[in-house]
């Protein structure tokens, strides 16, 4: 029986996190697509206000995929740890951090490592 409300409890914190990892990629979008209009009403160049769209929609993507993925580890390791799961999850993972890494060089301009990197040296 506490198998069962175990199980059901953490389904639903499972559920819980990947309807707000959808709600961040949805309201990213809407606040992006909004944020492009007001720059493109205060005279920002097209191309300008076109590359911070481009990087305001990846930073909503990239939390959003966080989000997802730590559903995706609840769902698996925590209910069904079978080794097809977690072989499917591995693959999951794989593709998500794939994207994660190739939308912070796309929005940073360079890769997340590097920021480490340049933080470190001395100014001046």
Same mark, same amino acid.
């Given at each position: 029986?506490?198998?069962?409300?175990?199980?059901?409890?953490?389904?639903?914190? =499972?559920? !819980?996190?990947?309807?707000?990892?959808?709600?961040?990629?949805?309201?990213?979008?809407? &606040?992006? %697509? *909004?944020?492009? $209009?007001?720059?493109?009403?205060?005279?920002?160049?097209?191309?300008?206000?076109?590359?911070?769209?481009?990087?305001?929609?990846?930073?909503?993507?990239?939390?959003?995929?966080?989000?997802?993925?730590? =559903?995706? !580890?609840?769902?698996?390791?925590?209910?069904?740890?079978?080794?097809?799961?977690?072989? &499917?999850? %591995? *693959?999951?993972? $794989?593709?998500?951090?794939?994207?994660?890494?190739?939308?912070?060089?796309?929005?940073?301009?360079?890769?997340?490592?590097?920021?480490?990197?340049?933080?470190?040296?001395?100014?001046?």
């Amino acid at each position: 029986m506490f198998f069962m409300d175990q199980e059901h409890l953490i389904t639903g914190a =499972a559920r !819980i996190v990947e309807m707000a990892g959808v709600a961040v990629l949805l309201l990213g979008a809407l &606040v992006a %697509a *909004v944020a492009f $209009a007001w720059r493109i009403l205060r005279d920002t160049s097209f191309h300008r206000a076109y590359h911070e769209l481009r990087a305001d929609l990846g930073r909503a993507i990239l939390l959003g995929l966080e989000l997802l993925v730590i =559903a995706d !580890i609840i769902g698996t390791v925590a209910i069904q740890p079978t080794f097809q799961n977690l072989g &499917v999850l %591995a *693959v999951i993972v $794989a593709i998500r951090t794939l994207l994660s890494f190739t939308l912070e060089l796309e929005v940073s301009g360079r890769w997340p490592w590097q920021r480490e990197e340049e933080e470190r040296k001395p100014a001046g």
